[in-house]
């Protein structure tokens, strides 16, 4: 198995966190968002990862490159880079990286994350993952007939179905899924001035390939501040109803109180602090006569004198003050 993984885009929508580092680079609960979802898509696959590729802008940099190969390593895969300098749309960023599509792929677009506990269909042609929402009219939703798909209604006006799609997709032939994307580019069928991915998938369905729907329990956005960081709370309760160890040992806690659950990582220094409940403290920070929950800092921080809820902080930033629902970047200093 494969998966491919396409994430060129800056996420302008999350700035300032995304000037200096790409969204799926962002950690939650102290992995990378990336890291997460391909964790979560092997879990649920059940099988080994071959490779995963990520698509990419060629301006992220070597540094992103290596941890992103770092991430595909440590899930005993093959890392590939691929580039995709125009956003020309879904189905062109996913053929930036046609090399790699072959045999059965996933892919997953990471700015979302989710929790599931269903069996994968392989005798399916597609598997496309969906969650039951509240108001499908602001989603690409899929109508069924029985268990399988039969039609894809982007943010429809009127109720067709309440199944969105999260973005996740298993094909059991990647040549397959290649051979129609082909078929866009070369014949420039565009939407919006996009090649899309549904385009694709229509003319699968309409040569007759089965395509059913895999259901996720919870699915979770990154796509601004205030979803990030509820993302971070509630992937931080996941871990530690599963009993993931969360505190490193490494941590220094002096006169100070951890509400759970809270991700305290390696070298974070605590002085007469209350943290917690739903805090991600990245690896290095220092908190100091503040209290904070609902919070999300990232790396090698310090934080002084602040009471802070639904907050984010980037890395090698400081805060010094009585603010309380801030974002601020990487580097930056409030004093």
Avoid at 5 to 16: D, F, I, K, Y
Avoid at 117 to 141: C, R
Avoid at 277 to 304: A, C, D, H, M, Y
Wanted: proline share 4%.
């Amino acid at each position: 198995m494969k998966i491919i993984v396409p994430m060129a885009g800056r996420g302008s929508r999350l700035r300032p966190h995304t000037l200096t580092v790409p969204k799926p680079l962002i950690p939650i609960a102290g992995k990378p968002i990336v890291h997460r979802l391909v964790e979560d898509i092997a879990g649920v696959l059940h099988q080994a990862i071959e490779e995963i590729a990520f698509i990419i802008h060629k301006d992220f940099g070597k540094q992103v490159e290596s941890d992103l190969l770092a991430i595909a390593a440590k899930l005993g895969a093959k890392g590939t880079i691929y580039y995709q300098n125009e956003a020309l749309g879904t189905a062109h960023a996913i053929m930036c990286a046609k090399d790699s599509m072959t045999g059965p792929i996933v892919v997953a677009y990471a700015d979302t994350l989710f929790r599931a506990d269903f069996t994968l269909d392989t005798t399916a042609d597609s598997v496309i993952w969906v969650k039951q929402v509240d108001d499908p009219s602001a989603f690409g939703v899929v109508q069924l007939d029985g268990d399988r798909i039969v039609d894809f209604v982007e943010k429809p006006k009127e109720f067709v179905s309440d199944l969105a799609i999260i973005g996740i997709y298993y094909f059991k032939s990647g040549e397959a899924l290649r051979e129609e994307l082909q078929y866009l580019l070369d014949n420039n069928v565009v939407k919006g001035g996009e090649y899309q991915l549904t385009d694709g998938l229509e003319n699968m369905k309409q040569k007759g390939l089965r395509f059913v729907p895999g259901k996720v329990d919870e699915w979770m956005d990154c796509g601004n501040k205030n979803v990030t960081v509820e993302t971070n709370s509630r992937m931080l309760q996941f871990l530690h109803a599963d009993g993931e160890k969360l505190v490193s040992d490494s941590a220094v806690v002096e006169a100070s109180t951890i509400i759970p659950p809270c991700f305290i990582g390696e070298g974070v220094v605590l002085k007469n602090a209350t943290v917690g409940p739903n805090v991600s403290l990245g690896k290095g920070t220092k908190v100091e006569n503040s209290t904070i929950k609902n919070s999300l800092v990232q790396e090698k921080s310090t934080i002084r004198n602040a009471n802070l809820d639904n907050a984010m902080i980037g890395s090698h930033a400081t805060f010094d003050g009585n603010f309380t629902s801030i974002s601020i970047g990487d580097y930056s200093v409030l004093e």
